[in-house]
Protein backbone atom coordinates (compact mmCIF):
# COMPACT_ATOMS: atom_id res chain seq x y z
CA UNK A 1 0.00 0.00 0.00
CA UNK A 2 0.60 3.81 0.06
CA UNK A 3 3.19 3.74 3.23
CA UNK A 4 0.82 2.35 5.63
CA UNK A 5 -2.41 3.57 4.32
CA UNK A 6 -5.38 1.88 3.21
CA UNK A 7 -6.86 2.96 -0.63
CA UNK A 8 -9.68 5.22 0.72
CA UNK A 9 -12.79 7.47 -1.01
CA UNK A 10 -11.26 11.01 -2.14
CA UNK A 11 -13.26 14.11 -1.77
CA UNK A 12 -15.22 15.11 -4.77
CA UNK A 13 -13.79 18.74 -4.54
CA UNK A 14 -10.06 17.01 -5.09
CA UNK A 15 -8.97 17.55 -8.60
CA UNK A 16 -8.35 13.69 -10.20
CA UNK A 17 -7.47 12.14 -13.65
CA UNK A 18 -9.52 8.99 -14.27
CA UNK A 19 -6.63 6.78 -15.35
CA UNK A 20 -3.66 8.07 -13.33
CA UNK A 21 -1.27 5.61 -11.92
CA UNK A 22 0.09 5.98 -8.83
CA UNK A 23 3.18 4.03 -8.02
CA UNK A 24 2.98 2.17 -4.09
CA UNK A 25 5.69 3.96 -2.26
CA UNK A 26 6.51 0.47 -0.37
CA UNK A 27 5.66 -2.35 -2.24
CA UNK A 28 5.93 -0.88 -5.75
CA UNK A 29 2.63 -2.18 -6.99
CA UNK A 30 0.76 -0.16 -8.98
CA UNK A 31 -2.40 1.13 -8.66
CA UNK A 32 -5.40 2.58 -10.74
CA UNK A 33 -7.42 5.53 -9.93
CA UNK A 34 -10.54 5.50 -11.55
CA UNK A 35 -13.66 7.54 -12.17
CA UNK A 36 -15.52 6.43 -9.30
CA UNK A 37 -12.79 8.56 -6.97
CA UNK A 38 -11.24 5.34 -5.30
CA UNK A 39 -7.99 3.54 -6.04
CA UNK A 40 -7.72 0.08 -7.27
CA UNK A 41 -5.15 -2.24 -7.63
CA UNK A 42 -3.98 -2.31 -11.29
CA UNK A 43 -3.27 -5.92 -11.18
CA UNK A 44 -6.07 -8.05 -9.28
CA UNK A 45 -6.59 -11.33 -8.06
CA UNK A 46 -9.35 -12.99 -9.18
CA UNK A 47 -11.06 -16.43 -8.98
CA UNK A 48 -13.41 -17.81 -12.73
CA UNK A 49 -16.81 -18.41 -11.57
CA UNK A 50 -17.44 -18.53 -15.18
CA UNK A 51 -17.21 -18.33 -19.14
CA UNK A 52 -19.49 -17.26 -21.84
CA UNK A 53 -18.92 -17.60 -25.65
CA UNK A 54 -19.89 -13.70 -26.65
CA UNK A 55 -19.97 -12.61 -30.43
CA UNK A 56 -21.42 -9.15 -31.82
CA UNK A 57 -21.12 -7.34 -34.46
CA UNK A 58 -19.13 -3.62 -34.40
CA UNK A 59 -19.68 -0.55 -35.67
CA UNK A 60 -18.13 -1.22 -38.72
CA UNK A 61 -20.19 -4.34 -39.09
CA UNK A 62 -17.36 -6.44 -38.58
CA UNK A 63 -17.50 -9.20 -36.37
CA UNK A 64 -15.83 -9.18 -32.84
CA UNK A 65 -15.80 -12.91 -31.42
CA UNK A 66 -15.12 -13.06 -27.39
CA UNK A 67 -15.84 -14.34 -24.42
CA UNK A 68 -17.68 -13.03 -20.82
CA UNK A 69 -15.85 -14.38 -18.44
CA UNK A 70 -17.15 -14.16 -14.76
CA UNK A 71 -14.70 -13.39 -11.69
CA UNK A 72 -14.98 -13.44 -8.02
CA UNK A 73 -12.51 -11.63 -5.62
CA UNK A 74 -12.36 -10.69 -1.95
CA UNK A 75 -13.60 -7.48 -0.85
CA UNK A 76 -10.63 -5.96 1.39
CA UNK A 77 -11.18 -2.05 2.58
CA UNK A 78 -13.63 -0.03 4.02
CA UNK A 79 -15.34 -0.36 7.21
CA UNK A 80 -18.22 -2.85 7.14
CA UNK A 81 -17.23 -4.21 4.12
CA UNK A 82 -17.50 -8.60 4.11
CA UNK A 83 -17.88 -11.05 1.50
CA UNK A 84 -16.37 -11.26 -2.25
CA UNK A 85 -17.41 -8.87 -5.40
CA UNK A 86 -18.06 -10.13 -8.38
CA UNK A 87 -17.60 -8.55 -12.07
CA UNK A 88 -18.00 -9.70 -15.82
CA UNK A 89 -14.86 -8.73 -17.77
CA UNK A 90 -15.11 -8.83 -21.82
CA UNK A 91 -11.84 -10.36 -23.43
CA UNK A 92 -11.56 -11.11 -27.07
CA UNK A 93 -10.70 -13.90 -28.85
CA UNK A 94 -7.27 -12.17 -29.87
CA UNK A 95 -6.57 -10.60 -26.58
CA UNK A 96 -6.65 -14.18 -25.30
CA UNK A 97 -5.16 -15.74 -27.53
CA UNK A 98 -1.58 -13.13 -27.03
CA UNK A 99 -2.30 -13.81 -23.40
CA UNK A 100 -1.59 -17.88 -24.01
CA UNK A 101 -4.93 -18.51 -21.65
CA UNK A 102 -8.00 -20.56 -22.01
CA UNK A 103 -10.48 -19.51 -19.29
CA UNK A 104 -11.24 -22.94 -16.72
CA UNK A 105 -13.74 -22.84 -14.30
CA UNK A 106 -11.86 -22.78 -10.06
CA UNK A 107 -8.26 -20.94 -11.73
CA UNK A 108 -6.94 -17.66 -9.84
CA UNK A 109 -5.86 -15.24 -12.50
CA UNK A 110 -4.79 -12.00 -12.54
CA UNK A 111 -6.48 -9.50 -14.63
CA UNK A 112 -4.72 -6.37 -16.02
CA UNK A 113 -6.53 -3.17 -17.05
CA UNK A 114 -5.68 -0.59 -19.49
CA UNK A 115 -5.19 3.27 -19.31
CA UNK A 116 -9.45 3.20 -20.94
CA UNK A 117 -10.35 0.95 -17.90
CA UNK A 118 -10.48 -2.22 -19.99
CA UNK A 119 -9.43 -5.18 -19.37
CA UNK A 120 -6.22 -5.94 -21.29
CA UNK A 121 -4.03 -8.96 -20.27
CA UNK A 122 -5.35 -12.29 -18.13
CA UNK A 123 -3.07 -14.60 -16.56
CA UNK A 124 -3.00 -17.56 -14.79
CA UNK A 125 -1.73 -17.84 -11.09
CA UNK A 126 0.90 -20.39 -10.87
CA UNK A 127 0.57 -22.94 -8.25
Given amino acids: MFAGLEPR ?6 NLTAGLNVKGADSGD ?11 KEFTTMKII ?3 RSNFKGD ?5 RGMRIYLTSPLTSG ?3 EGEACECVYMTDDKLARCGYVPKVGDEVNVSYN ?3 KPDNITRIKA
Fill in 60 to 64: QGNEI
Fill in 9 to 14: RVPQSA
Fill in 30 to 40: TYLLNSKNYIR
Fill in 115 to 117: RYR
Fill in 50 to 52: GYQ
Fill in 79 to 81: QDV
